[in-house]
T-cell receptor, first 113, second 111 residues
Framework: EAQVTQNPRYLITVTGKKLTVTCSQN?????MSWYRQDPGLGLRQIYY???????DKGDVPEGYKVSRKEKRNFPLILESPSPNQTSLYFC????????????FGPGTRLTVL | GQNIDQPTEMTATEGAIVQINCTYQ??????LFWYQQHAGEAPTFLSY????GLEEKGRFSSFLSRSKGYSYLLLKELQMKDSASYLC????????????FGTGTLLAVQP
């Protein structure tokens, strides 16, 4: 089954404790992206990757890092989480940069205390 | 600047028709996506309009006017399961595949 998976689905952590949210897709997609979704603000792009070893900042990259060492994986790293990073996070992928539909993962609900 | 506007909430009756409007202003524009998102779930693709006009897909149709920076999603024969948020997203130009999302319209379908 074609899908985008994220782990963990739910995470409660404390300020300053490094964490990684994994994202994996099995569709051989080149393009992957991370979004955060907050009430009243909609989905905002954090980082995106056009292909392996190619990443770039989205609209709200501060406090986040990403890597793309393999085509299928695109982890999101919070080196020192803060409460303002409490949010619902979605990973998405599409086959090529351009007009293709992005497929979203199930989401990770992160709470930083 | 870049801006997507859509109503925050709408209410409609089961079996009826509802139109959700979206206006956009973006630097560069390829097309307009509509996604459906049930509470706590991932957005799922509904439609993508590149050319002006109406595209129909079953009970859902989507319209685009590039000159007016305007789109709408039309839902017919509403069902209770259509209660969800509907996200309008403008696809900006270039190779970045960037989507600029509106805040979403929460549709409540009542019996």
């Amino acid at each position: 089954e074609a899908q985008v998976t994220q782990n963990p689905r739910y995470l409660i952590t404390v300020t300053g404790k490094k964490l990684t949210v994994t994202c994996s897709q099995n569709m051989n997609h080149e393009y992957m992206s991370w979004y955060r979704q907050d009430p009243g603000l909609g989905l905002r792009q954090i980082y995106y990757s056009m292909n392996v070893e190619v990443t770039d900042k989205g609209d709200v990259p501060e406090g986040y890092k990403v890597s793309r060492k393999e085509k299928r994986n695109f982890p999101l790293i919070l080196e020192s989480p803060s409460p303002n990073q409490t949010s619902l996070y979605f990973c998405a992928s599409s086959s090529t940069p351009g007009t293709d539909t992005q497929y979203f993962g199930p989401g990770t609900r992160l709470t930083v205390l | 600047g870049q801006n997507i506007d859509q109503p925050t909430e709408m209410t409609a009756t089961e079996g009826a028709i509802v139109q959700i409007n979206c206006t956009y202003q973006t630097s560069g524009f390829n097309g307009l996506f509509w996604y459906q998102q049930h509470a706590g779930e991932a957005p799922t693709f509904l439609s993508y309009n590149v050319l002006d006009g109406l595209e129909e897909k079953g009970r859902f149709s989507s319209f685009l006017s590039r000159s007016k920076g305007y789109s709408y999603l039309l839902l017919k024969e509403l069902q209770m399961k259509d209660s969800a948020s509907y996200l309008c997203a403008a696809h900006s130009g270039g190779a970045t595949n960037k989507l600029i999302f509106g805040t979403g319209t929460l549709l409540a379908v009542q019996p």
